[in-house]
């Protein structure tokens, strides 16, 4: 399997969301990735259930809803009714990890566990079998368009060798200053999903720069 693709929506045009989600529908992009924020688990707000729910109307590819929320557990059914396939919760905001994934999977999604950049990877060792797929934020989330964090390679690099010996199945996405640059290294590192906002919608050429992200 090649490295998948899931533009962020977020940096998006709101304005000509139909527009835009017709260039993700077209291009060679694998999924929607859509950051939900509720002001207190990150210093930003972005988007809820009514977009979410336009961009699902017209979507052609799996949504993949990260939520940047405090006490998720209350909103898994109502993305699950959305037709979210891959829905990704915080280690640091879930006080019952194990029982959270567990409700994720029963729902028909794919469960995921997001880490902020100070959480080292060791802390989702007695999880990682319970894991579809981890997210490595390689910025503080919160907020588009800010700078890679370089320590992220490394960090990726520890989690793949925990997941080849306990989960070999699970896949590690990348969110965060993600480029055409830094692309490479990410994928060589062990990334298998790379989420892409600023770098594919404030590109000239959005469905090129997908493509050209696919093509890594």
């Not at 259930?49 to 809803?65: G, R």
């Not at 997941?163 to 200053?177: A, H, Q, R, T």
Request: proline share 6%.
């Amino acid at each position: 399997m090649g490295v998948l693709i899931a533009p962020s929506m977020l940096s998006a045009d709101f304005g000509k969301l139909d527009e835009q989600v017709d260039l993700i529908n077209k291009s060679d992009a694998d999924l929607f990735h859509l950051d939900i924020m509720d002001g207190l688990f990150v210093p930003n707000i972005s988007y809820g259930f009514p977009l979410v729910k336009a961009i699902a109307k017209n979507a052609k590819k799996p949504l993949d809803a990260h939520l940047m929320i405090v006490d998720p557990d209350r909103y898994l059914e109502e993305f699950a009714k959305t037709g979210v396939e891959y829905l990704s919760v915080h280690w640091e905001a879930c006080n019952h990890l194990h029982r959270s994934l567990q409700k994720i999977r029963s729902l028909g999604m794919k469960a995921g566990v997001a880490l902020n950049p100070h959480t080292p990877v060791h802390m989702l060792y007695e999880i990682l079998s319970e894991t579809d797929f981890v997210l490595i934020m390689s910025v503080n989330p919160g907020f588009g368009g800010q700078k890679f964090i370089e320590n992220s390679l490394l960090k990726i690099k520890k989690l793949k060798e925990m997941i080849i010996k306990i989960s070999p199945s699970c896949l590690i996405e990348v969110d965060g200053g993600v480029t055409l640059e830094n692309a490479p290294l990410l994928v060589k590192a062990g990334a298998d999903i790379l989420v892409a906002g600023n770098s594919v919608f404030g590109a000239p050429g959005p469905a090129e720069a997908i493509r050209n992200l696919k093509q890594i």
